[in-house]
């Protein structure tokens, strides 16, 4: 009760807030993809009609992390059946648009896409190379850097930087294609 009565005060705080959650990705003011807020779509043409069937390329956009945890992330693990050891800590996908279909491989992936994890004082301390389907993962189930850390895709000589520090390496989680938990899409390739 109480909070809906202080909708509408909250409306213009609410305004400024989610504009600057847009940006806590790495986007610049104005610089948003058209295709922000559009329904999702899938840019390549290619969707992941593999299943479970364990590949590197599997399952695209998914939360993978929570996937190989048992856990059921938006219906995509309803057997809830987990795999520990293949819950790495640093999993996601980066497409070249934001509102990528979930199972849609990324249109166009550069050949030196790569996924950096660095501290609070910018430092890179992990680089995870991403693959044809824009997948990418770190090889353990612990975060071995220190946490809260940052994160940037790297490509063709550009960087797409998160601003804000994490503590969840479930990319894909908060990238969804309409965006969850303050973020505003996908894991974007820097245009």
Known sequence: MQLRES???????????????????????GTLAPQFGAAPACASGQSWKGGTAENEQMNPGFACRACHLGQNFQGQNPN??????????FMGTAFSVPNEADLCAAAGVPADAVVEILDTNDVVTL???INAAGNFRSLSTTATVPVPYKARVKANGKVNAMAAAQTNGDCNSCHTATGAEGAPGRVLFPQ
């Open 7 to 29: 909708l509408p005060a909250m409306r213009a705080p609410l305004i400024v807030l989610s504009s600057l959650v847009l940006f806590t990705c790495g986007q610049a003011p």
């Open 80 to 89: 809830g059946r987990p795999e520990p050891d293949k819950a790495f800590f």
């Open 127 to 129: 680089t995870l190379p």
